[in-house]
């Protein structure tokens, strides 16, 4: 063993997403929205990221582009050092495939597959065989209480199931960015704090990032950063579990 004295930690976080001035607008003329009007966000590694603002503020447009699935009109954006934008329209689904997973606002669940090969479906595009992918896609179904549930058609369940179908699909290829539209939304409370604390424990490693939209003030207290939105911009940002109850006292 040597003595070598560890260098003192960095105190500047190590950032997964960064975005400077980021634009886009849908439509052209008098009918074009501007959805994201320059929007400056870092996302930190190893971080529970919430993104919160009121209904059409440009949340699921932000982190559409974040995870590589829009493209931007201007502004920079990089996400674990990647430029998303000098990537060709291939390279872009390879990245994704490889680094993303995506819980969508309205799940977007495929029909025709059952539950369990929906959920194996990142782990079969990364080249797994299906019957080992579905085999794994069946136990992560049953950390999250759809034992059985395996062979179902997604359509047949409720609400609350078929968004447990949807996180397990976006956590099973274990990605380094995890991107959640709501995902609590049509969960109890209980069920709820389950799937935000398994989320939570994924952010919180060595090169991973999470960010979750919601609207679900039961959840923020879990967030490491929770950025408000309004109208197409980020308007601040601010960090709840750092600080006092009071919220003012010392980070710690
Ligand atoms: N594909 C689209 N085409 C046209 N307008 C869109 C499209 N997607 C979103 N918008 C508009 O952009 C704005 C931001 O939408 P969105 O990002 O979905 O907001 P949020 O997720 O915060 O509710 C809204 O005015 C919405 O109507
Ligand atoms: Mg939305």
């Given at each position: 063993m040597n003595n070598t004295i560890e260098p003192t930690p960095s105190p500047t976080t190590r950032v997964a997403i960064r975005l400077r001035a980021v634009e886009k607008t849908f439509g052209?003329?008098?009918?074009?929205?501007?959805?994201?009007?320059g929007v400056d966000l870092e996302v930190p590694i190893g971080e529970l990221t919430m993104l919160v603002g009121p209904s059409g503020c440009g949340k699921t447009t932000l982190i559409s582009i974040l995870a590589g699935l829009l493209s931007r009109d201007r502004g920079e954006l990089s996400v674990f050092g990647q430029d998303?934008?000098?990537?060709?329209r291939d390279q872009l689904s390879a990245w994704r495939r490889e680094n993303v997973g995506f819980i969508f606002q309205q799940f977007n669940?495929?029909?025709?597959?059952?539950v369990a090969e929906n959920v194996s479906v990142p782990l079969v595009l990364k080249g797994e065989s299906v019957s080992a992918a579905v085999k794994k896609a069946g136990e992560l179904l049953a950390t999250l209480g759809?034992?059985?549930?395996?062979?179902?058609?997604?359509?047949?369940?409720?609400g609350g199931q078929q968004q447990r179908v949807a996180i397990a699909r976006a956590l099973i290829h274990e990605p380094r960015l995890l991107v959640c539209d709501?995902?609590?939304?049509?969960?109890d409370a209980e069920l709820g704090r389950r799937v935000m604390t398994l989320i939570r424990d994924r952010s919180h490693q060595r090169d991973r990032a999470v960010v979750v939209v919601t609207h679900?003030?039961?959840?923020?207290?879990?967030?490491d950063t929770i950025a408000h939105m309004d109208d197409g911009l980020i308007i601040r940002s601010e960090r709840p579990t750092r600080t006092t109850v009071a919220g003012h006292g010392p980070l710690h």
């Open positions: 052209k003329g008098e009918s074009a929205v501007r959805a994201l009007r998303l934008g000098a990537l060709r669940l495929v029909p025709q597959l059952t759809l034992e059985g549930r395996s062979k179902s058609a997604p359509l047949k369940l409720s709501e995902p609590t939304s049509a969960l679900d003030d039961r959840i923020f207290h879990l967030a």
